[in-house]
T-cell receptor, first 109, second 114 residues
Framework: KQEVTQIPAALSVPEGENLVLNCSFT??????LQWFRQDPGKGLTSLLL?????REQTSGRLNASLDKSSGRSTLYIAASQPGDSATYLC????????FGTGTSLTVIP | GAGVSQSPSNKVTEKGKDVELRCDPI?????LYWYRQSLGQGLEFLIY????????KSGLPSDRFSAERTGGSVSTLTIQRTQQEDSAVYLC????????????FGQGTRLTVV
C-alpha cells in the first residue's frame, strides 16, 4: 500500500525566508503528485500539479519538484510571507489520492 | 458553479440518526472523490467515482456508509445509524478525469455526532 510521509511535521520561519517542504512516497507507480494548502477549518486549495513524466512545476513563489524513481517531491517557497501560514499537504495519485499528514507552516512577521 | 460545492457546511446530529451529505462537483468533471478528515488526523479515502465505471468503495469504513452519484454529477454520502466516531470533516473533490488532471476540493461538511 502506498505510504506518503511529509517532513517536517511543523515548521516556523521568519518572514522573508526561503523554505523547503519534503514529501516522500513508497510506490513510484503514480499518475501525478499534487500539493495543496489547507487553512484552519477550510477545505484544500490546490497549489501545483506535477505529472508523473514531469520534473517540476512553478507557480509564482512556489516551485515543486518530483523525482519519481526515488519517491520524493519538494515544495520550495521563496520569500515567505505571513499569509503562507497554513498546513501543506502532498498527495500522490493512482486512481485515488494518497495523502501525507502535512507540514504545518508558520511564518512569523 | 465555479468550484466544488458541499452542503451542509455544518451538521450536528444525534447518535443513531442517519445523515446525508451532498457534493456538487465542478461541471463536466467525471471523477469524484470523498475523503474524511478526523481531528488531528490525515485524510482518509472513502470512495471514488469515475464516469460510468463501478465506484471504488474500498475506503468505506463500514456498511453504515454508502454513496451514490446520480446522472454523473451530484453525489450523496449517506451515513446510517451515526456513531460518535463518525464525527469528522467530510471532503469531496472532483477532477476532469481520473489520471492526469488537477483535483479540486470543496470546503467540506463538518459532522458532529452527539
Amino acid at each position: 500500500k502506498q505510504e506518503v510521509t511529509q517532513i517536517p511535521a511543523a515548521l516556523s520561519v521568519p518572514e522573508g525566508e526561503n523554505l523547503v517542504l519534503n514529501c516522500s512516497f513508497t510506490d513510484s507507480a503514480i499518475y501525478n503528485l499534487q500539493w495543496f494548502r489547507q487553512d484552519p477549518g477550510k477545505g484544500l486549495t490546490s497549489l501545483l500539479l506535477i505529472q508523473s513524466s514531469q520534473r517540476e512545476q512553478t507557480s509564482g513563489r512556489l516551485n515543486a519538484s518530483l523525482d519519481k524513481s526515488s519517491g520524493r517531491s519538494t515544495l520550495y517557497i521563496a520569500a515567505s510571507q505571513p499569509g503562507d501560514s497554513a498546513t501543506y499537504l502532498c498527495a500522490v495519485k493512482r486512481n485515488q489520492f494518497y495523502f501525507g499528514t502535512g507540514t504545518s507552516l508558520t511564518v512569523i512577521p | 458553479g465555479a468550484g466544488v460545492s458541499q452542503s451542509p457546511s455544518n451538521k450536528v446530529t444525534e447518535k443513531g440518526k442517519d445523515v446525508e451529505l451532498r457534493c456538487d462537483p465542478i461541471s463536466g468533471h467525471t471523477a469524484l472523490y470523498w475523503y474524511r478528515q478526523s481531528l488531528g488526523q490525515g485524510l482518509e479515502f472513502l470512495i471514488y467515482f469515475q464516469g460510468n465505471s463501478a465506484p471504488d468503495k474500498s475506503g468505506l469504513p463500514s456498511d453504515r456508509f454508502s454513496a451514490e452519484r446520480t446522472g454523473g454529477s451530484v453525489s450523496t454520502l449517506t451515513i446510517q445509524r451515526t456513531q460518535q466516531e463518525d464525527s469528522a470533516v467530510y471532503l469531496c473533490a472532483s477532477s476532469l478525469e481520473s489520471q492526469n488532471t488537477e483535483a479540486f476540493f470543496g470546503q467540506g461538511t463538518r459532522l458532529t455526532v452527539v
